[in-house]
């Protein structure tokens, strides 16, 4: 087998992988390899040919092939940089070695630091176990979209589709424009789980109809779907009696949720957090491996690349000084805990030592809440508050939080919403 090595492996060349094989780079670690599955770099990017991406991270609006590019010529540009596309990561070694499958064969890079930054994938009908036969015509919102906007094909004629983030809400104006009539989209949950500018752009200018509180109960069709029935669900999510109603159709799309791709965190021993589905991390967003650092996706399922690419910075930076040897002795470890109001905080642990930090926290709603107060706490007493207009649980909650604020006696820091 042959073998390689480098000062930072980078498994995923996303968003995440990119900012972080960019901010490794450029923190001077020296070699850095960027290991993808797919033929290109940009992951899910390359196929989102929609704007709306980069407002946060480049100031300008972007479409997500245009976002990629943004991402990749630096790399291009940073001495050092090597990329290995086509390649899968079959599995993490002890002393951070990447066995890898790619055109050369087994290839072993042996790192100083590996960052992981895999993504995450769809949920498919089988994860939400709908009645009825097997035809033709089932797809996943990112299946579809693959194929209307990088392979020329549709997926259908008349669509009815189940969910409502982001991914099937851009898919409902896709195939629209394209010609397929889309009779509506159900939402099981009694709120949407896209942006509000999604909905209004997608659904409400295509004259769309979004059922809250509704879902598929079966799928009809022998070779080719013929249509579905869907019904009225109750706030535990059960069928309510009478709340059937049957659409037409020949093809059905399916958003029902984003696994982070975990296959070798959980090869590899890590602990994962229960609600995000990725690892547990730190500030530095390193893991309870040292020298494995996580960001994007694989960690927690973000609402804009962008998000994703700040993220991957903060993973990249880390992980060129722990391979440098300069990051220095972990210190005491407080944990981070989603409160009242919140499901999910990233990251879950703090390490406390040396001088202060600014820390990036990312945090998910439990509930749709009106002006709610964001609020950190330790050692008894508030040491952060910031107002949001709002808060929702399809859009990301960022905050920076200093730990010079933080009581020494505090056991552990409470991230909770309180209605303001």
Known sequence: METKECAVAIVGGGPAGLAAAKAAAQAGAGEVAVIERDRELGGILQQCIHSGFGLRHFNEELTGPAYAERCILPLKRLPGVRVYTDTMA??????????????????????????????CRERARGAVRIAGTRPAGVFTAGAAQRMVNMEGALPGN????????????????????????????????????GLLRNIAQCLDDYGIPLYLSHTISAIHGRDRVTGVTCVKVDEAFRPVAGGEFYLECDTVLLSVGLIPENELSRQMGLPLDPLTG??????????????????????????????????????????????????????????????????????????????????????????????????????????????????????????????DRLPETAGHIDIRLRQG
């Open 90 to 119: 079959l599995a993490v070694q002890g002393g951070n070695t990447v066995v890898t499958s790619g055109p050369r064969g087994i290839v072993a890079i042996k790192a100083g630091a590996v960052v992981l930054a895999m993504g």
């Open 278 to 403: 990725g690892p547990r991390v730190g500030q530095d967003r390193q893991t309870e491996r040292p020298g494995v650092f996580a960001a994007g996706n694989v960690l927690h399922v973000h609402d804009l690349a962008d998000f994703a690419s700040e993220e991957g910075a903060i993973a990249g930076r880390a992980a060129a000084l722990y391979a440098s040897g300069q990051s220095g002795a972990r210190g005491r470890s407080l944990p981070v805990i989603p409160g009242d109001g919140l499901r999910t905080v990233v990251p879950q642990f703090l390490n406390i030592s040396g001088g202060p930090q600014n820390i990036k926290l990312f945090a998910r709603a439990s509930r749709p809440k009106e002006k709610p107060i964001l609020e950190a706490a330790a050692g008894g007493r508030v040491v952060f508050s910031r107002a949001l207009p709002a808060a929702r649980p399809s859009e990301m909650i960022v905050a920076d939080l200093e730990t």
């Open 158 to 193: 008349t669509a009815v589709i189940l969910g409502s983030g982001d991914i099937v809400l851009i898919m409902a104006r896709r195939l629209s424009i394209e010609g397929v009539r889309v009779r509506a989209c159900l939402e099981i949950a009694p709120w949407s789980n």
